[in-house]
């Protein structure tokens, strides 16, 4: 493997190939993807958002009793709807156990939808720009103590593992700390994107965007110690299943809640809450907003400003502690001694 591996532009196989049914859906895609610059993987989801439109406009459930999910072709639904139909729609997903945040995103998608349509002549309005938009509770990410993190880290894998994938598996659990890279940046990785002489990765991240992060001593042991065992891959993928091909994004969800069950760690522990957690940590450690943005790739320091607002617990504890008016009164009392 080269030092400085530079990975030439090649296409994102993080999503398997998949192909809207309806003519309209399809023309949005490729929209998405060629206009906006939006991943496989969000075009893919914002097409199904979509499809459960079409579904319910024409009176359809989104899946059939196997779980096959209806496609369409929806004719000219789409071109047809009323803002009435659309607000019914909304209230529908209420009452199929959708929070807020899940029917906050179908509605983006509707406008975005709809904007495309008008855009297009498909249609004269954006029905969808009348419906105000859903608030949200303001909830802060989760991030796990350090103390937990070494926990989750330290976790024996299970009886009888190959010891190839034990390998793989710590590397991964190393590697999503270390970095905090998302679920789909980590499996579309390959071997030849590691530099182990600067220990830094090129990923492509949101959007199709490439960027680079960086990874720990403990890291580089891990992924070396997994290199030496890892079975050959056709794509050259860095984390490959049993079956010698790309983790899908999927499996690596089962492997990560395999471990936190292992781990005992209680309440809802993903992927995605280790990048919540190094980011919080390393904040916590004293490194700007701004420099957490790059570490991230966030496209807006905004984004990135929740992990000051979770840590303002630790600055409460500081300020407390050391503050020298308080701290003056505390050694006259005695209270410290």
Request: proline share 6%; aromatic share 8%; glycine share 6%.
């Amino acid at each position: 493997m080269p030092k400085n591996a530079v990975r030439a532009a090649r296409p994102d196989r993080r999503v398997h190939e998949w192909h809207p049914v309806d003519p309209l859906i399809a023309e949005f895609v490729v929209y998405l993807t060629m206009e906006l610059k939006r991943g496989p993987r969000t075009a893919r989801e914002y097409a199904r958002d979509v499809e459960i439109l079409g579904a319910f406009l024409a009176n359809r459930p989104a899946a059939a009793a196997d779980g096959r999910p209806y496609r369409g072709p929806f004719g000219e639904l789409f071109a047809d709807a009323r803002l009435s139909s659309l607000r019914k729609y909304l209230i529908e997903l209420g009452t199929r156990e959708y929070g807020a945040a899940g029917i906050r995103r179908k509605l983006a998608v509707m406008r975005r939808f709809f904007a495309f349509l008008k855009r297009e002549g498909h249609r004269p309005d954006n029905p969808a720009l009348e419906i105000q938009n859903i608030r949200l509770p303001k909830r802060l990410p989760k991030a796990l103590p350090v103390r937990d993190v070494m926990r989750l880290l330290g976790t024996r894998p299970p009886a009888g593992e190959p010891d190839a994938r034990r390998r793989r598996d710590v590397a991964i659990l190393e590697l999503l700390y270390a970095s905090g890279i998302r679920r789909a940046e980590l499996i579309g990785i390959d071997v030849a994107d590691v530099d182990f002489e600067t220990r830094t990765i090129r990923v492509i991240g949101k959007g199709n965007k490439q960027r680079t992060v960086f990874f720990n001593q403990a890291t580089a042991d891990a992924l070396q110690a997994y290199l030496a065992v890892r079975p050959a891959s056709p794509d050259g993928a860095l984390f490959v299943s049993r079956q010698r091909r790309r983790l899908s994004y999927q499996q690596l969800g089962k492997i990560f809640a395999t471990y936190v069950k292992l781990s005992g760690l209680e309440g809802k522990i993903t992927p995605h809450t280790m990048r919540h957690s190094v980011a919080t940590h390393l904040h916590k450690s004293g490194v700007d907003l701004m420099t957490i943005k790059e570490f991230l790739g966030h496209a807006s320091v905004q984004t990135t400003q929740i992990y000051a607002e979770m840590t303002l617990d630790h600055v409460r504890r500081s300020y407390d502690a050391h503050h020298p008016r308080d701290k003056a009164l505390r050694d006259a009392s005695g209270e410290d001694k």
